[in-house]
């Protein structure tokens, strides 16, 4: 009758288990996806890197979604007009594993709030300035 000795260094490595019910995500996180945004848009402004930002902003999109849970060739949905509001909104407001849960933290709420709010406000201007400019 042998028992195992209770001072042996252990046969499997207890930090090769990470969490077993877990999903392991890859991509950029939200706070990334933020600095890498705020900087494309420092890029855009200076003459001719500005074109920089059309490889970079879906190359971070695809990672961004790919963080969410969707699959990352979502991402190249940024290219593309009116589709693109959906894709910037999920890579700004959704958190880690966003697809797993359809739940937004409540950053994401205050993001989410933000963002319908600029959009209102950019709808509202592309109405009431032609009809302000008109009246003149």
Request: with cysteine; net charge positive; charged share 10%.
């Amino acid at each position: 009758m042998t028992s195992a000795n209770p001072y042996a260094a252990p046969t499997t490595n207890p930090s090769a288990v990470v969490n077993p019910g877990r999903r392991i995500y890859g991509g950029l996180r939200r706070g990334k996806y933020a600095l890498y945004l705020l900087g494309m848009m420092v890029i855009a402004f200076i003459p001719f890197l500005g074109l920089i930002t059309l490889i970079l902003s879906p190359i971070a999109a695809w990672h961004r979604m790919k963080n969410v849970g969707y699959h990352p060739a979502l991402g190249l949905l940024i290219l593309v007009p009116i589709a693109n509001l959906w894709a910037a909104l999920i890579c700004l407001a959704a958190q880690t594993g966003y697809r797993d849960s359809r739940k937004l933290d409540t950053t994401g709420k205050v993001i989410l709030g933000i963002f319908i709010g600029l959009i209102v406000l950019v709808i509202a201007a592309a109405i009431i300035i032609p009809n302000l400019l008109a009246n003149r």
